[in-house]
């Protein structure tokens, strides 16, 4: 049975003439002196949070019947206010005002004193970014549009794109042997998880970006209007985390023909951006791919490490070269001999590792050769043509392992970007509740881990946790300032993490993302098979939770395929796109049905009725008492959606219970939205593993 306080009635106006005499005359006596307080969200749109006053909600306990919005006497709109949580959400755009009307019995309103609208917020979040819904592309693994420009070269070993991932040809174990001459690989036949783990990190499959464009219609029809995209700058490694040149785009994922020594740069590039010029990927990323995701519909948001590099970075191979005469030698946590060569570096993997860390001040701050570098590049793929209009340039950044950078940095960056583009997104990856970064201090959102693990954990890799346990994290998560909790990015898994469907495989292992490498100690037992259809229909669970609840869901690329995997590098193969034939293994062969679901739920972002209280609607958790039903709403001004997920075992009858002590069963239009790919029964019933989802609206919908 849904756990509920009793409502208020509330009747609201929205003014658009300046405060006046009439409104002075409503502070009578026995009325609270202030009737609500109002938090600023968006400016554009005066979206607000509108909160009672305890002195106003104090006045009155009684269901709810009416909500009026509007100028003068406003339209009727039904609406549930929780003496407990008295908030409601609004566009208050042109508004100088708000009046507010408590009428409990139909018979004896009261006017509460009114409250004047400043819907600037203090630290604006991209409004753009509210509600978007992103993907996010590896691109080496996602699809190879120009097989002219895939990776050779004595590191690497070029695979099929449908081969099976486990198998190892002798080939292959030939060339990582080779390789081996000159670097870490060593051969151990008692190796976890067997010689792939040998050679699985040498290999490539050809992606690039190219193939991104060959796809954005596939993204487009799935709902997606953000593209996250891991590392593009230049890089040996598949996941080019080990930077360069963040100069330059890597050919093999820009350059639209035959890689060549002309995309290589000479050392007469410096740290002097006036040497920099353009390579040909560089100039496809700029000329090409940024206006076909613009064309699209499409924001595009680059992956970057500001605080290590690769060995073959080009300001560390020329320390590495020069030593302690090099113009570069205090970019690095480096220590020479006594010749002057270098010795010794301290790197984020280990000392004398494969990622050099750039050099701190006292403060903690980056070094300041370093930091004016980082401006210089930032400045690069914002502006490319640097006219002082950002429009073609990147939309945001997303910054790799951003907690270990100190403050001082992201303050003085953070300006930087935002003096470029104001309407830039920052995104940090922090696996915890980052809002001491928050706050118009560094980023604007994080990727919402916190919001992952959750959610997760209740899909069913921790089966004890209750839906009641969920919505009381959920309920913490969501506390940040509403703007950054609409553009935090709410994922499911990534590429840092096992895929989700093989996740919920595997159950039982210690929580989100735990114990899951089967080439490690740990992760022995863990499960790799493709997972059976109750897996993938949790898959989908999650999708519909992302999309109907608040923040701005993201897919890892390949979940709406039914991709699978454990942690890295499981978790990064190549898309099996259908167009491309069978794969080698019946395991990875797509899942239509999957991708169709996924894309259904999605799509009720872009909805004309739906879209606006899915993307920046308010979120409140509701509490079922069953364990295996998770409940929630959205809210914007008169249109309220209901959601819920019923993980258990048996149908749940309790959806219309919900509707009525939501207040949503009398008056207005009430009508199911769940798209018609999920096995719902009716409003009455939410079958096990489905997820029912019901609108309330005052008037019509726009849906018929």
């Known amino acids: 049975m849904l756990q509920m306080p009793c409502a208020l009635k509330l009747f609201l106006t929205v003014s658009c003439a300046l405060l006046g005499p009439a409104v002075a005359a409503a502070t009578t006596s026995g ?146 042997w080779n390789h081996g001459a000159s670097s870490r690989f060593r051969f151990d036949r008692d190796q976890l998880g067997g010689s792939l783990y040998h050679v699985v990190w040498h290999r490539r499959y050809g992606g690039d970006l190219q193939g991104v464009v060959e796809t954005l219609p596939h993204l487009k029809a799935l709902g997606v209007d953000g593209i996250y995209l891991t590392p593009i700058f230049a890089a040996s490694s598949m996941h080019k985390y080990d930077t360069a040149d963040y100069r330059h785009i890597d050919p093999t994922f820009g350059n639209p023909g035959s890689v060549s020594d002309a995309d290589v740069p000479s050392e007469a590039q410096t740290a002097d951006p006036a040497t920099w010029g353009w390579t040909t990927a560089d100039r496809y990323f700029i000329d090409e791919f940024l206006p076909a995701c613009r064309a699209a519909g499409m924001r595009v948001m680059i992956d970057v490490s500001w605080n290590h590099t690769g060995r073959d970075f080009w300001a560390f191979d020329h320390v590495v070269r020069h030593g302690e005469e090099s113009p570069y030698a205090d970019w690095f946590e480096v220590t020479f001999d006594d010749a002057g ?116 954990r209740w899909l069913g890799t921790d089966p004890a946790m209750t839906a009641d346990e969920l919505a009381g994290e959920l309920d913490r998560v969501c506390t940040q300032h509403p703007a950054i909790d609409l553009a935090q990015m709410t994922i499911l898994d990534s590429h840092d993490t096992a895929r989700i469907a093989s996740m919920l495989l595997n159950p039982g292992r210690g929580g989100y993302d735990t114990n899951a490498q089967p080439h490690t100690e740990n992760g022995q037992g863990y499960r790799r098979e493709r997972p059976p259809a109750e897996i993938y229909g949790r898959v989908v669970m999650g999708v519909a939770i992302q999309s109907l609840f608040a923040g701005s869901p993201m897919v890892y690329y390949g979940t709406e395929w039914g991709m699978h995997g454990a942690d890295d590098p499981d978790n990064r193969k190549p898309t099996p796109w259908p167009d491309l034939g069978a794969p080698e293994d019946p395991d990875d062969v797509p899942q239509p049905n999957v991708r169709d679901r996924v894309a259904a739920w999605l799509a009720l972002r872009h909805d004309e009725a739906l879209g606006d209280v899915l993307r920046v609607g308010r979120v409140r958790t509701l509490r079922t008492g069953e364990p295996g039903v998770f409940a929630f709403v959205r809210q914007l001004d008169g249109v309220t959606v209901l959601a819920v997920a019923n993980r258990g075992p048996r149908p749940y009858a309790g959806a219309q219970d919900v509707i009525a002590r939501l207040g949503l069963s009398v008056g207005g239009r009430l009508e199911n939205i769940t798209p018609d790919t999920e096995p719902i029964a009716d409003i009455d019933v939410v079958l096990p593993g489905a997820v029912g989802a019901w609108m309330w609206s005052a008037g019509t919908t726009g849906r018929e």
Do not use: C
């Not at 709810?64 to 755009?93: E, K, M, Y």
């Not at 701190?360 to 050769?369: E, V």
């Not at 270990?404 to 509740?433: C, Q, T």
């Open 341 to 456: 060569n270098i010795d010794q570096w301290n790197a984020w993997d280990r000392p004398n590792g494969y990622l050099p860390r750039f050099k701190r001040t006292a403060t903690g701050d980056l070094h300041p050769d370093v930091k004016q570098h980082i401006f210089d590049v930032t400045s690069r793929w914002m502006d490319p043509n640097g006219d002082g209009d950002p429009s073609d340039g990147v939309d945001g950044w997303r910054l790799d392992v951003a907690a270990e950078i100190a403050m001082p940095f992201w303050v003085d960056w953070r300006a930087h970007v935002k003096r470029i583009n104001p309407d830039a997104l920052l995104v940090a990856e922090i696996w915890d509740d980052a809002r001491s970064f928050f706050g118009g201090r560094a980023f604007d959102a994080q990727m919402n881990f916190p919001f992952s693990k959750p959610v997760v």
């Open 31 to 176: 009325k609270p002196d202030k009737a609500a307080t109002l938090t600023a969200i968006e400016g554009g749109s005066g979206l607000v949070d509108l909160r009672l006053s305890a002195s106003a909600t104090a006045l009155f306990d009684a269901p709810v019947t009416g909500l009026a919005i509007g100028d003068g006497d406003g339209t009727a709109v039904p609406f549930s206010v929780d003496p407990a949580d008295p908030v409601v959400r609004l566009r208050l755009a042109g508004a100088d005002a708000v009046r507010i009307t408590l009428d409990p019995d139909g018979a004896s309103p009261v006017v509460l004193p009114a409250v004047p609208v400043d819907a600037a917020p203090e630290h604006p979040v991209p409004s753009w970014a509210m509600g978007r819904v992103w993907y996010q592309v590896f691109p080496e693994r996602y699809r190879n549009g120009s097989p002219r420009n895939d990776p050779t070269g004595p590191t690497t070993y070029r695979v099929p794109w449908n081969a099976a991932w486990d198998r190892v040809t002798p080939d292959e174990l030939e060339a990582g």
